[in-house]
């Protein structure tokens, strides 16, 4: 089973992600916890070129193609080996960020990704958690981690609000594997509920 965890940053992804992996490790099952970009060594390495240094580093064209290739290689070398052993690979992060980030906030470039993800990718999760918070606090949470991968929280808040309308609009657009998740109570009660998600799924696999 392949779940991903979206969201704005800042919304407690990788929190959620580190929490359901445990959970599900003490349940006996083999599962993997990964991000994106990165997830495999080359695709840390893009990753560094990604996540550090000056906001218009790269065009929203030129992310597309490195995002595209950071997760080329992490599907290769980790997602598909995993999921053709019938493990569990959750990721923090997969191809609904690039929908969003550069598909849906410096011009409409949706096609491109689509094309692109089409050609070099062409997996979707059976699962993914949307965890909806407001963009003010979320900023205000991940900035304050001052983790020196700020590039994108550096685009600043309206930027934030304008992913989360792209988050919002995607799970509408593919509700059979998408639930939103409210990311605005405390880290167990959003816990719970990706547990009730998770759980309902893996009823449906
Ligand atoms: P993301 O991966 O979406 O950027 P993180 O899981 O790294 O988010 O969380 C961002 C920050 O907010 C971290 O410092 C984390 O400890 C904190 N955090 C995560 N979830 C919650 C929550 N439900 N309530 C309060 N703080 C949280
Ligand atoms: P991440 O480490 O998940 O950031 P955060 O913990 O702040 O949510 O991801 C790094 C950044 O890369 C994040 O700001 C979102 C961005 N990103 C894209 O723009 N497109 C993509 O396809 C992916 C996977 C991430």
Not at 65 to 77: K, S
Not at 90 to 111: E, H
Not at 120 to 138: K, Q, R, S
Not at 160 to 189: M, W, Y
Request: glycine letters at 8%; charged letters at 30%.
């Amino acid at each position: 089973m392949f779940i991903t965890f979206e969201g704005i940053d800042g919304s407690g992804k990788s929190t959620q992600a580190r929490r359901l992996v445990e959970h599900l490790r003490a349940t006996g099952a083999i599962a993997h916890l990964t991000r994106e970009p990165g997830g495999s060594p080359g695709a840390e390495d893009i990753r560094r070129l990604l996540v550090e240094g000056d906001p218009g580093r790269w065009s929203a064209e030129t992310e597309i193609l490195l995002f595209t290739a950071a997760r080329r290689d992490h599907l290769e070398r980790l997602i598909k080996p995993a999921l053709a052993k019938g493990q569990i690979v959750v990721s923090d992060r997969f191809a609904d960020s690039t929908r969003v980030y550069q598909g849906a906030t410096r011009g409409d470039l949706r096609a491109l990704v689509d094309d692109l993800h089409a050609q070099m990718i062409g997996v979707e999760p059976d699962l993914t958690l949307i965890i909806d918070m407001d963009p003010d606090a979320a900023l205000s949470r991940g900035l304050a981690r001052k983790s020196g991968e700020d590039r994108f929280e550096e685009f600043g808040a309206s930027f934030q609000h304008t992913l989360r309308e792209g988050f919002l609009a995607l799970a509408k657009s593919a509700p059979d594997r998408c639930r939103v998740i409210d990311g605005n109570r405390s880290v167990d009660a959003v816990a719970q509920e990706v547990l009730v998600c998770v759980d309902r799924a893996r009823a449906h696999v």
